[in-house]
């Protein structure tokens, strides 16, 4: 008699817990054939609300970590994905409705890609960063710090090489984050946050939902206390109406688009989330 | 007995005022074709300086074009150290023609000669002459090998320091590659045709730089004109948001520099006599049209006597009036609107029970002024001190322990600035780790520099002026090329 598996619940992860939606929402989510994969939940704006919520909180404690610790935090996210390949992979092949065999290169990009920045928390305020030799007797020093609390639109295709790809950058730099992920392929954005739960990433530093990026969006855009927004995975009607609502409160943005998740990422989306801040002070005896 | 001071005018011989200025399109000065003329008048006598062309859409369409060829033709074709060359040669000429500009930014402006001959022009000729010597030296700049200008820029700029901006737009759009449509704002247009003159004697290709005159219409058409790749605005934060959804769903690049509330915050081991210098040209310069002014003082509670009685001593020797007067520390109020703007937020401030306090000072009966004026006993949501007044007014609270001087100057939707003052090292740099705001002022304020980056968290904007990171915004991602 065969065995009958014991299936997971897929949940949102905010403030470092896994709930379901305050809703009680929830959606099927299936693979390319059609076939049931899982019940995810159907995020509502009191999620998204909550989320921005436990980003704000995290946000003094994560970016005032130094940077070294989030490098080795980041590096941990690593490991602990590496160990969890094999999930990874089924579930990544099940989402994006490619073979077994094709799905290992993208989760091995996802893995690195993390080990990537994790090596940039430490190094992006010596390339970005500098002193300004001004016409004075004056000190003089820019550095690089964390926009403070980011909504991200994770990519609708790539769904956990290119979630990792717009979500590292954001926690690199000492952002605090709510994602929403892809949402006809979320289930691997659900396993990335029990990953993260599990990596010594504080609770509410990265949020996680999982529904309809068209009805959680607007609520991330016109959020007063989100400070900026990667419209990656927005859908085209819909891109300028969320920029329009970011003007509010002068969100910093990313416009919609996904590109080849594959390349070189660049430093684009890693300063995208850094503000420059100049601080000077007078020479003298 | 008191010494008086014997009035000491700077020359207006020095400059040349036409009666009428047209437009600045394709290197030659040309009428407008649609649009009202409208006069500039010196804010310090409302004596009508010059009438000067509102552009209207065909006009923005002209220049833009003229700007588009002028890329497309000769600018992105031009070795990157001939740009610079011309770049030096611009240095050249505004440090040539100082005085000039000086004087006639004090008279179409009203600020004291003294900061527009010591500050405004100087730094402008010093920002060409440093993004000059970028111009072939881009491939070092960390932005990527190569990288490539976004065409046709926008440039929108305010009347606080009207040269100075242009200053702070041109050079860097026209180092990386540029070129510009530049809208000076309508009650401070003179220096920058002055400054069309200047390309002219530079040789400037024609089109390279374009100075098109008008008020809000004339900002909205050319930021709306659909070949425009880039938007660089400074003003209030209300239009920068107008401006950002407006660009929403476009492909242009943005980068905004808006208001600001700075917290100038004093401890109680602050040198008091440097602190209150600091204090009063943190709000006092350029009569507080400043967007990182100092406009909130937050005084320890144990030196609050101290430095108020010290700050109150130092007001009665300001000295307000003639701009043009070299011994002149507070000049006019920009127009009749931003005087009636101060005026309503400060009765307000009374209303809201703070008091009210200015040095004994007689106002020039023609004119638009404003004495220097100190509030006390500003609670924190009053509106004195939430919302930026533009003009020289101080509003005073006090704090107890670094973490509430933190608490009360993040307590803002702006990030622009911030002040310190103490003798203590690693307080400063605790405090400065804690400001979200783009500058920090330690044991200084107000000071700028072409290297130094400038610009806001939050509300303040994004993007930044100045320095390596102000190349920034002027190529392109790797991901538009």
Redesign the interface.
């Known amino acids: 008699m065969s065995r009958v598996g014991v299936r997971k619940t897929y949940k949102l992860y905010v403030g470092g817990a896994f709930p379901r939606s305050e809703s009680g929402r929830s959606y099927a989510v299936v693979d390319r054939d059609g076939d049931f994969l899982a019940n995810a939940a159907l995020g509502s704006r009191k999620d998204a609300r909550d989320a921005v919520v436990a980003a704000r909180k995290a946000f003094p404690g994560w970016s005032g970590a130094t940077a070294y610790n989030r490098g080795q935090v980041l590096y941990r996210v690593a490991e602990v994905m590496e160990g969890r390949r094999n999930q990874f992979i089924a579930e990544v092949a099940a989402a994006e409705g490619i073979t077994r065999r094709a799905a290992p290169s993208r989760v091995d990009a996802a893995i690195d890609r993390w080990v990537w920045y994790a090596g940039w928390t430490d190094k992006i305020a010596q390339v970005i960063g500098n002193a300004n030799p001004v016409a004075g007797p004056y000190f003089n020093l820019s550095v690089p710090e964390p926009t403070g609390v980011v909504a991200v639109l994770a990519p609708q295709l790539s769904s956990l090489l290119g979630l990792v790809s717009v979500l590292a950058p954001v926690i690199a730099g000492g952002s605090t984050c709510v994602v929403v992920a892809s949402e006809e392929r979320p289930l691997p954005a659900v396993t990335l946050g029990e990953v993260l739960a599990t990596s010594d990433v504080p609770g509410g530093v990265v949020n996680i939902l999982t529904g309809r990026t068209a009805e959680i969006a607007p609520w991330l855009a016109a959020h007063r206390d989100v400070n900026a927004i990667d419209l990656c995975g927005a859908a085209a009607d819909q891109a300028v109406d969320l920029e329009r609502a970011a003007a509010d409160n002068v969100k910093r943005v990313l416009r919609a688009g996904e590109p080849d998740w594959a390349a070189d990422p660049g430093l684009q989306r890693l300063s995208a989330w850094l503000e420059t801040k100049t601080v000077w002070h007078p020479m003298g005896v | 007995m008191p010494f008086d001071y014997a009035p000491a005018p700077e020359s207006r011989s020095v400059v040349d005022i036409k009666a009428s200025y047209g437009l600045f399109i394709g290197g030659e000065f040309t009428d407008a074709t649609d649009g009202t003329p409208f006069k500039t008048i010196s804010p310090s006598s409302e004596e009508v300086l010059a009438e000067v062309s509102e552009a209207g859409p065909s006009d923005v369409d002209r220049a833009v074009k003229a700007a588009r060829q002028a890329f497309t033709g000769v600018w992105s074709r031009l070795g990157p150290a001939e740009r610079g060359k011309y770049l030096y040669r611009i240095a050249r000429i505004v440090q040539e023609r100082a005085r000039e500009l000086a004087v006639l930014e004090s008279l179409d402006n009203g600020k004291p000669i003294r900061e527009s001959r010591d500050v405004d022009v100087p730094t402008a000729a010093?920002h060409f002459f440093y993004y000059a010597g970028w111009a072939d030296k881009l491939d070092y700049a960390?932005l990527?090998s190569a990288p490539r200008p976004l065409g046709v820029a926008g440039q929108i700029i305010p009347w606080n320091f009207p040269l100075l901006m242009l200053a702070w737009k041109i050079a860097p759009a026209l180092a990386t590659g540029n070129t510009v449509v530049l809208k000076p704002a309508e009650t401070t247009p003179l220096t920058a045709l002055l400054f069309a003159e200047i390309c002219q004697q530079a040789d400037l290709p024609p089109g390279v730089v374009n100075i098109i005159t008008g008020a809000g219409d004339t900002g909205q058409a050319l930021v709306e004109h659909p070949d425009v790749d880039k938007i660089a605005f400074t003003g209030s934060?209300e239009v920068?948001?107008?401006i950002?959804?407006t660009i929403?769903?476009t492909r242009k690049k943005v980068t905004?520099e808006?208001g600001g509330k700075a917290a100038n915050i004093v401890f109680d081991d602050a040198p008091i006599d440097q602190a209150v210098e600091g204090i009063v040209n943190g709000i006092f310069f350029n009569q507080g049209h400043v967007c990182c002014a100092g406009s909130r003082l937050l005084v320890q509670e144990s030196v609050y006597d101290e430095v108020l009685d010290s700050l109150r001593r130092r007001l009665r020797t300001l000295r307000l009036g003639d701009p043009l007067d070299k011994n002149t520390d507070i000049g006019a109020i920009n127009s009749a609107a931003q005087l009636a703007r101060i005026r309503e937020l400060s009765d307000i401030g009374e209303a809201e029970g703070a008091q009210r306090w200015s040095p004994p000072c007689e106002l020039p009966e023609h004119g638009f002024w404003f004495p220097p004026t100190l509030f006390t006993g500003v609670s924190q949501s009053s509106r004195i001190a939430q919302e930026e007044i533009f003009g020289p007014v101080l509003s005073v609270l006090t704090f107890r322990t670094p973490d509430e001087a933190v608490a009360k100057a993040n307590n803002t939707?702006y990030g622009l600035s911030a002040g310190v003052w103490t003798e203590k090292g690693s307080l400063?740099l605790w405090m400065?780790?804690r400001l979200r705001?783009?500058?920090?002022?330690?044991?200084?304020f107000n000071?700028f520099?072409p290297?130094?980056?400038?610009?806001g968290?939050?509300?303040?904007?994004?993007g930044?002026e100045g320095?390596?990171?102000g190349l920034a915004g002027y190529v392109k991602?790797?991901?538009d090329v």
């Open positions: 010093a960390g990527g934060t920068g948001k107008a950002a959804r929403a769903g905004l808006l939707p400063i400065a780790s705001a783009g500058v920090v002022w330690a044991n200084t000071r520099d290297t130094s980056p400038f610009g968290y939050k509300e303040s904007g994004f930044r320095g390596r990171q991602d790797r991901r």
